[in-house]
């Protein structure tokens, strides 16, 4: 099997699964934790807790832009095959070819940096890189199979990862926020619940209590009534519904 194939091949399962493998971050920063906790960084907790909430935020409002001038035909949360009808290349698009990658590197990156453990910090980052840029790589195989000198010419003048911060294209898309509160209200309770979920392993380390502060037992109970709630109306109503997305 050439390199190529191969790139494909580990591209298209990391898509089809990409929404459980960062999972093994959990055990990780476990361990982390408990073998190698120490404060690196020189700030104070509540400080350092807004620094990287805000980080994981900033992720998630690339995700929002996203989906919210998300055209119907795409493989959003699709894990079988690649799809897509049209190629986007306007909005945030014009800027970045892999926004949602981004906007979800931004997320973990957050919460990678609350460890507090620079050495964990690199380490993971270079793994997510590899682990996304075989993603991309099988992504824009498809792409480029279907849409040719189109995405061509898109790709010469687009960065993959890195956005440019001019070029900006204006998109025709209807910004839709059912479509944002539909589907990103797992990711908003999954910030919440893993900053809590280490300022707890980290409290005990330093006091033998399992406790929680006060910032992140605040920013638990926000997203998690926030989960409730538009879980519910997704499940229950159709007041989310959008059609064709």
Same mark, same amino acid.
């Given at each position: ?86 190629? %986007? !290349?306007?909005?945030?698009? #014009? ?8 906007? /979800?590197? @931004?997320?973990?990156? &957050? *919460? ?57 294209? %204006? !998109?025709?898309?209807?910004? #839709? ?8 209200? /797992?990711? @908003?309770?999954?910030? &919440? *619940? ?52």
């Amino acid at each position: 099997m050439s390199l190529v194939e191969e790139f494909d091949k580990t591209g298209n399962w990391f898509f089809k699964y990409r929404s459980y493998l960062p999972i093994i971050l959990y055990p990780l920063a476990t361990i982390v934790l408990l073998m190698e906790y120490e404060k690196d960084i020189k700030l104070t907790e509540l400080s350092f807790s807004i620094i990287c909430l805000g980080i994981s935020v900033l992720g998630l409002l690339v995700r929002i832009v996203v989906i919210g001038f998300t055209p119907k035909g795409t493989s959003g949360r699709n894990t079988d095959k690649q799809v897509a009808e049209t190629l %986007n !290349t306007s909005g945030i698009y #014009s800027m970045v070819r892999h926004p949602l990658y981004l906007g /979800n590197f @931004l997320m973990w990156f &957050g *919460i990678i940096l609350y460890v507090n453990n620079i050495w964990f910090a690199i380490t993971v980052t270079l793994l997510f890189w590899l682990y996304y840029e075989r993603i991309m790589f099988a992504e824009e195989q498809f792409l480029k199979g279907k849409f040719g000198k189109e995405y061509e010419e898109w790709a010469l003048m687009t960065p993959s990862f890195f956005p440019k911060l001019k070029g900006w294209k %204006n !998109t025709e898309l209807e910004f #839709s926020i059912k479509n944002v509160l539909k589907r990103e209200y /797992n990711g @908003l309770f999954a910030v &919440g *619940i893993s900053f809590a979920y280490l300022n707890i392993i980290k409290n005990y380390l330093e006091s033998k209590t399992f406790i929680i502060s006060d910032f992140w037992l605040y920013t638990l109970i926000i997203t998690f009534v926030i989960f409730i709630v538009l879980r519910t109306l997704k499940k229950k109503t159709r007041i989310l519904h959008v059609e064709g997305r």
